[in-house]
Structure formats: structure tokens, C-alpha cells
């Protein structure tokens, strides 16, 4: 698609034209590799926990875990180079676990998964005009 019929499309409110960008992570959007040295981000959003307190959680940190937020031990063989995040919660709360393994304040999110949304963004908008 051209530019100018790009911007006609977007003027006619023709959204019939564009193809919709996948936010959330599929099977297609996972990164296959043997071993990984960067963390895979396991979903886009974060994820709503309930914790206990003073029970025993290991969050994943890789994203190759089946279990998301929480570990499977698919670090040992896909990400040997990483490790869970074991922490032990003070009370009972419901809080947002990161799945997009971005993160600063691990295993809380910090709101970095917008920034993997709009990466994923410009990549699906730089496709369209390839």
C-alpha cells in the first residue's frame, strides 16, 4: 500500500484497508531458540494474582514457563542463564504480576508492558508498508 492511499484510506475512515496489529502473544509471537539470553515476554499484559501471606512463590523470569506469572523450571533447559524470582509476600493482596519480563520492579509490573505494546505496534505498521 502506498503512502497516499494510506492517508485517503485513514481520511475516508476506511479501516477496512489495514490489518489489525496483534497485541496480545500467541504461539507466532513467542521467540523459538534453543537457549535464550534475553528474557521472552510471555504475554503483553501483566497478570492478576492472588497472593497469600507468607507463602512461597517463584516468579518467572525467562518467560518460558507454561505457568505464567510463576516458574515451571523451563529455565533449566530453554534459559539456563536465568533464574525465578522467589519472594515471599508480607499479606494476602491480589496484585499485577509482569508477564512482559520487562519490568523494574520485579516481580511487580511497572506499567513497561505499553512499551512493549507499542513496539509490537511499529512493527506491525512498519510490515503494512513492506
Same mark, same amino acid.
Given at each position: 500500500?502506498q503512502?497516499? $492511499?494510506?492517508?485517503?484510506?485513514?481520511?475516508?475512515?476506511?479501516t477496512?484497508?489495514?490489518?489489525?496489529p496483534?497485541?496480545?502473544?500467541s504461539?507466532?509471537?513467542?521467540?523459538?531458540c534453543?537457549? $535464550?539470553?534475553? /528474557?521472552? #515476554?510471555?504475554?503483553?499484559?501483566p497478570?492478576r494474582?492472588?497472593?497469600?501471606?507468607?507463602?512461597?512463590?517463584?516468579?518467572?523470569?525467562?518467560g518460558?514457563?507454561?505457568?505464567?506469572?510463576?516458574c515451571?523450571?523451563?529455565?533449566?533447559?530453554?534459559? /539456563?542463564?536465568? $533464574? /525465578?524470582?522467589?519472594?515471599? #509476600?508480607?499479606? =494476602?493482596?491480589?496484585v499485577?504480576?509482569?508477564?512482559?519480563k520487562?519490568?523494574?520492579?520485579?516481580?511487580?509490573? =511497572?506499567?513497561s508492558?505499553?512499551?512493549?505494546i507499542?513496539? =509490537?505496534l511499529?512493527?506491525s505498521?512498519k510490515?503494512?508498508f513492506?
Amino acid at each position: 500500500m502506498q503512502a497516499a $492511499s494510506f492517508i485517503a484510506a485513514v481520511r475516508r475512515g476506511c479501516t477496512q484497508t489495514f490489518r489489525r496489529p496483534q497485541l496480545l502473544a500467541s504461539s507466532s509471537m513467542v521467540q523459538c531458540c534453543l537457549q $535464550s539470553t534475553q /528474557p521472552v #515476554p510471555a504475554a503483553r499484559l501483566p497478570c492478576r494474582v492472588r497472593l497469600s501471606a507468607g507463602k512461597r512463590y517463584a516468579w518467572c523470569s525467562c518467560g518460558h514457563s507454561k505457568k505464567q506469572p510463576f516458574c515451571d523450571g523451563a529455565h533449566r533447559t530453554n534459559a /539456563p542463564s536465568f $533464574s /525465578p524470582l522467589r519472594f515471599i #509476600p508480607d499479606r =494476602d493482596r491480589t496484585v499485577m504480576l509482569c508477564a512482559c519480563k520487562q519490568t523494574k520492579n520485579a516481580p511487580y509490573c =511497572d506499567g513497561s508492558h505499553l512499551k512493549v505494546i507499542f513496539q =509490537d505496534l511499529v512493527k506491525s505498521v512498519k510490515s503494512v508498508f513492506k
